[in-house]
């Protein structure tokens, strides 16, 4: 009689340990992939492109199929509101809200990185009970070597 509640509660912790686990590696990868970005006078492509494989790599040994990633620089004008000056966005929406959350942050010229990582978790056992599980974390860096991050290329 107990075997069958006792099974419940056991995929049941399963998919939380998994969620929780997935919630924690959804934060480190925004904040890798922030803390690259802000260590460049200029960005490519290929960096670029190494930098989100980099992000993806926190998510391991999980699969990437709910992961999305939008990565932005901005430069503020002489109103302090923040002007986009590249933005690289991969499997989700561009997160406008954390761009104009900036706003007055800073002092004309300065500039800031913006990493914005989601994922989406569908728990293998409480799908039949849950909807999936949507993680989002936002990371903000300001350059290390100049103000702003420019687009080389």
Same mark, same amino acid.
């Given at each position: 009689?107990?075997?069958?509640?006792?099974?419940? @509660?056991?995929?049941?912790?399963?998919?939380?340990?998994?969620?929780?686990?997935?919630?924690?590696?959804?934060?480190?990868?925004?904040? &890798?992939?922030?803390?690259?970005?802000?260590? %460049?006078?200029? &960005?490519?492509?290929?960096?670029?492109?190494?930098?989100?494989?980099?992000?993806? @790599?926190?998510?391991? =040994?999980?699969?990437?199929?709910?992961?999305?990633?939008?990565?932005?620089?901005?430069?503020?004008?002489? %109103? %302090? +509101?923040?002007?986009? @000056?590249?933005?690289?966005?991969?499997?989700? #929406? =561009? +997160?406008?809200?954390?761009? +104009?959350?900036? #706003?007055?942050? #800073?002092?004309?010229?300065?500039?800031?990185?913006?990493?914005?990582?989601?994922?989406?978790?569908? =728990?293998?056992?409480?799908?039949?009970?849950? +909807?999936?599980? %949507?993680?989002?974390?936002?990371?903000? #860096?300001?350059?290390?070597?100049?103000?702003?991050?420019?687009?080389?290329?």
């Amino acid at each position: 009689m107990l075997f069958p509640v006792m099974l419940t @509660l056991l995929m049941g912790v399963y998919d939380l340990g998994n969620g929780i686990s997935l919630s924690e590696k959804t934060i480190t990868s925004s904040q &890798i992939a922030a803390d690259l970005v802000s260590r %460049n006078r200029t &960005i490519d492509s290929s960096s670029l492109t190494e930098i989100i494989g980099g992000a993806k @790599l926190a998510f391991e =040994p999980y699969a990437l199929h709910g992961f999305g990633i939008d990565i932005v620089s901005i430069r503020f004008d002489e %109103n %302090n +509101n923040p002007e986009i @000056l590249w933005r690289e966005t991969q499997d989700m #929406a =561009p +997160n406008s809200d954390a761009v +104009n959350s900036v #706003a007055g942050l #800073a002092e004309e010229g300065e500039g800031m990185i913006i990493v914005t990582v989601q994922y989406t978790y569908s =728990p293998m056992f409480s799908k039949f009970f849950t +909807n999936d599980l %949507n993680f989002k974390e936002v990371a903000f #860096a300001r350059g290390r070597r100049s103000p702003t991050v420019t687009w080389d290329g």
